[in-house]
């Protein structure tokens, strides 16, 4: 196997200790939840920085994890996370458009039981490549072969592409910027989401102001304040209920 080199900055405390509750909580889904989109409504909100941490959590847990980069449009994760090869890379573009095979295109990276499916090349115009057979075969084989395939994808309120993702995956995760997208925004993603008969696994809210005596108590000990943080809230039918904040 190919083996492609990544990069990662420290994560401040506060939020490692948000996402590795996330972890534990995508842990709890069942065995049968494999393939796990990590969406958003809109750009900007930060689905990309949660996926890819979330998918190095998972793989130094020890699962064996691989993330598939599907923004084709307009993927970061190169760019933010300076990837190496020491040949050619061949992305998600390369096989889809059947100028690569799956050996090709999956790659052992420098993070132990961690896998990736690049993006490298951006497109105008996948979604006819996303809507092909070929793409839904790539799921299923990396769902035979991983325990968890992280999915990163473009926002649901965008373009068609993530809600044609979403109809192959076991479940998916929206992320939500705090006071930024509006209720019914939201709304409308969950509801795409349903149609397409994905299930929703929850709502991460994203940079939540860091506020209240007892986080500043607990997180001063360790010598900073970050002024923002990640929350979360899980959805059960039409009620709402917000199961923790941090931050």
């Known amino acids: 196997m190919k083996k492609l080199s990544i990069d990662f900055n420290e994560m401040p405390y506060a939020i490692e200790e948000a996402m590795n509750r996330l972890r534990i909580n995508i842990k709890f889904c069942g065995k049968n939840t494999k393939k796990l989109l990590i969406t958003s409504s809109l750009p900007n909100e930060g689905k990309s920085t949660i ?45 889809l458009s059947g100028q690569a095979e799956y050996e ?23 979604s006819a490549l996303l809507e092909d057979a070929r793409f839904a075969e790539l799921l299923d084989k990396l769902a035979e072969q991983y325990r968890y395939v992280i999915i990163d994808s473009p926002p649901l309120g965008s373009v068609a592409d993530a809600a044609q993702v979403a109809s192959l995956c076991d479940g998916a995760v929206l992320v939500v910027r ?69 931050g």
């Open 104 to 126: 090709d295109v999956v790659y052992e990276t420098n993070i132990p039981n961690a896998y990736i499916v690049p993006c490298c090349n951006l497109l105008e115009n996948p």
């Open 51 to 95: 996926s890819i941490n979330l998918w190095k959590m998972m793989a130094e847990a020890g699962f064996p994890t691989v993330f598939l980069d599907v923004d084709l449009r307009k993927s970061v994760i190169k760019g933010r996370h300076n990837m190496k090869s020491e040949s050619e890379i061949k992305d998600l573009g390369y096989y």
């Open 178 to 246: 705090s006071g930024e997208t509006s209720r019914n925004v939201i709304r409308q993603s969950m509801q795409q989401l349903e149609q397409v008969n994905c299930r929703l696994l929850g709502v991460i809210l994203n940079r939540v102001e860091a506020s209240g005596r007892a986080y500043k108590s607990y997180y001063g000990k360790y010598g900073k304040d970050y002024g923002y943080g990640y929350g979360e809230k899980k959805y059960s039918g039409k009620k709402e209920k917000q199961n923790e904040k941090l």
